[in-house]
């Protein structure tokens, strides 16, 4: 096995892998780095190490820890900081501060994150970024409100991700079955397909 597959390895020892996050290779310490095995101290380590490949593999490692994450939320890289704003154990609060990253990566990031809601999601509905918006439409947690002002823009594709969201309302989702944007109206038929009858009131059984 080499040096390298050793590192990726999540059943090698703690103690190799203790060895292998010193390696001259940065290569090497970004595959301890995002080895699920490796101990926090390690970890905790690699999230200083001067190459960027490395940090950014602490950054999606379920195991990074708290501090770790809020330290490489401030990184100069934004693959760095964009890895902190998909990795699921983010803290909420942290996710709220990176909303207002300078780049879009990173926001979009965190519009599309589970623990998202509230505050960030609000704001990032106005964000000058397409790409940013349509993630925060996407997201299940994203609000009513928000969700039914987009179903009417202009912009296609922001109806579009609104119709596929599946916290968006009967209403909703009925309303853009005629959407004149085949792919918008295909998406709300498919949506409501994947609700019980019972979900949807009688009167809009014959909408669609």
Known sequence: MST??????PETTPERLVD??????WEVRAAVAGNTS?????????EQDPQSGVRCAVAFNLN?????????????????????????????????QMSFDPNWRVRQGVAQHPASFGAPLAHLVHDAN???????????????????????SDNWNFRLA????????????????RDPNASVAETAHATLDLRPSSAIPWV????W
């Open 64 to 96: 990074a820890t708290d501090v770790a994450l809020s330290h490489l939320a401030l990184d100069d890289d934004w693959m760095v900081r964009w890895g902190v704003a998909l990795n699921p154990n983010t803290a909420t609060e942290l996710l709220e």
């Open 20 to 25: 292998l996050a010193r390696d001259g290779e």
């Open 4 to 9: 390298l597959d050793e590192a990726r390895d």
């Open 130 to 152: 397409e790409g940013v918006v349509i993630e925060v439409l996407r997201n299940p947690k994203a609000p009513t409100a928000t969700l039914a002002a987009l179903a009417i």
């Open 38 to 46: 490796a101990p926090k101290n390690v970890l905790v380590a690699l």
């Open 162 to 177: 609104v119709a596929s969201n599946p916290s968006a309302s009967t209403e909703i989702v009925t309303l853009l079955t």
């Open 204 to 207: 809009m059984r014959g909408a």
